[in-house]
């Protein structure tokens, strides 16, 4: 059974920093790509940011781009991203996913997700 678990969510002030981590288990971890998406209240579901199977290559959405950064360290089966100079519009639900082989930035691509964890930026 495949079970991807977000922690690090919370409450931070503006300009603040947060690092969420995914951990994976019940799948084939190297063979499988772990990404970060979020959805807001009344909108959908975005893609954040995106890492290889390797870490050697890391992509972003423009929203965040400097600000956020994706890693993986596949001895331990874990995903982080952490987030420096946080904006209230990041406050989000943040989810990551799995699937095998490629990334995608379309949710729809994907076949595992974590429950999500709640990050709540304040002015």
């Known amino acids: 059974q495949v079970q991807l678990v977000e922690s690090g969510g919370g409450l931070v002030q503006a300009g603040g920093s947060l690092r969420l981590s995914c951990a994976a288990s019940?799948?084939?971890?190297?063979?499988?790509?772990i990404n970060w998406f979020r959805q807001a209240p009344g909108k959908d579901r975005e893609f954040v940011a995106a890492?290889?199977?390797?870490?050697?290559?890391?992509y972003y959405a423009d929203f965040v781009k400097g600000r956020f950064t994706i890693s993986r360290d596949n001895a331990k089966n874990t995903v982080y991203l952490q987030m420096n100079s946080l904006k209230p519009e990041d406050t989000a639900v943040y989810y990551c996913?799995?699937?095998?082989?490629?990334?995608?930035?379309?949710?729809?691509?994907?076949?595992?997700w974590g429950q999500g964890t709640q990050v709540t930026v304040s002015s």
């Open positions: 890492i290889t199977r390797s870490g050697g290559t890391t």
């Open positions: 019940g799948l084939a971890f190297r063979n499988h790509v």
């Open positions: 996913a799995a699937r095998p082989w490629t990334s995608n930035s379309d949710p729809a691509a994907y076949d595992y």
